[in-house]
C-alpha cells in the first residue's frame, strides 16, 4: 500500500504571498490531519478533515486554512505568508476521525523569505 | 503553554544499552498517550501507545511506562541499536476534542 504523499516537497515563497499544499492519504484513509513543525515549537496540530468537513482545529490565525475532497486528498493554504510560516508542514492521515495511529507523510518545507 | 513536554532535546546512549527518553504532561485530561519516531527528511512514524488505564504497554524492544500520578511517561528501548538514532515525540490525547498534542522531540543519538 502506498504512503502519504505530500507535494510539493520543497517551496520557497515571499512575504506577502498565499501558498497551497497538497497531500493524499494512504488509500482507504479517510481522516487527514496537518500539523506544523518548527525548531521551536516542535510539531503543532493546525486541522483534521474527515468526510470533507473540518472536525478540529488548532490554535492557528485564520490565515490557514484547509479542505478536502470526495477521494480524501486535502490541501492546506496559508495566505498572506510571514517569514514566521517557515516550516515543515506534515500531513498525516488515519482510517477513522480522531483516531491515534496516525500515518504521516514527508512534509513539504516552507521557506518565507 | 506546553501541554507535554521533553525536556531533553538530546540524549546519547551506547550501543547495547537502555535508552529511557522521559515525557511530562499537564492536562489531567489527557488518557491516551503515544510516542512517533521520526528521520530526517521523513515525516514521524508511530511507535508506541498507552491507554491511561494501563501502566506499562511492551512491544519488542520498546516500552511505554505511565505514571498517572507524576504525569510522567517514559519510553524504554532495550538494548539500543545503531537503527534507533532518530527523534523521538512524545504525544498525548483526550476523547473530548481528539486533537493530539506532541512535544518538541529528543533526539536520540546511540554510540558505536
Known amino acids: 500500500k502506498a504512503g502519504v504523499t505530500q507535494t510539493p516537497r520543497y517551496l520557497i515563497k515571499t512575504r506577502g504571498q498565499q501558498v497551497t499544499l497538497s497531500c493524499s492519504p494512504i488509500s482507504g484513509h479517510r481522516s487527514v490531519s496537518w500539523y506544523q513543525q518548527t525548531p521551536g515549537q516542535g510539531l503543532q496540530f493546525l486541522f483534521e478533515?474527515?468526510?470533507?468537513?473540518?472536525?478540529n482545529k488548532g490554535n492557528f490565525p485564520g490565515r490557514f486554512s484547509g479542505r478536502q475532497f470526495s477521494n480524501s486528498r486535502s490541501e492546506m493554504n496559508v495566505s498572506t505568508l510571514e517569514l514566521g510560516d517557515s516550516a515543515l508542514y506534515l500531513c498525516a492521515s488515519s482510517l477513522a476521525q480522531g483516531s491515534y495511529e496516525q500515518y504521516f507523510g514527508p512534509g513539504t518545507r516552507l521557506t518565507v523569505t | 503553554d506546553q501541554q507535554v513536554k521533553q525536556n531533553s532535546p538530546s540524549l546519547s546512549v551506547q550501543e547495547g544499552r537502555i535508552s529511557i527518553l522521559n515525557c511530562d504532561y499537564t492536562?489531567?485530561?489527557?488518557?491516551?498517550f503515544l510516542w512517533y519516531k521520526k528521520y530526517p527528511a521523513e515525516g514521524p512514524t508511530f511507535l508506541i501507545s498507552i491507554s491511561s488505564i494501563k501502566d506499562k504497554n511492551e512491544d519488542g524492544r520498546f516500552t511505554v511506562f505511565l505514571n498517572k500520578s507524576a504525569k510522567h511517561l517514559s519510553l524504554h528501548i532495550v538494548p539500543s541499536q545503531p537503527g534507533d538514532s532518530a527523534v523521538y515525540f512524545c504525544a498525548a490525547s483526550h476523547r473530548r476534542d481528539d486533537k493530539i498534542i506532541f512535544g518538541k522531540g529528543t533526539r536520540l543519538h546511540i554510540l558505536p
Open positions: 478533515y474527515f468526510s470533507e468537513t473540518q472536525r
Open positions: 492536562n489531567s485530561m489527557f488518557d491516551y
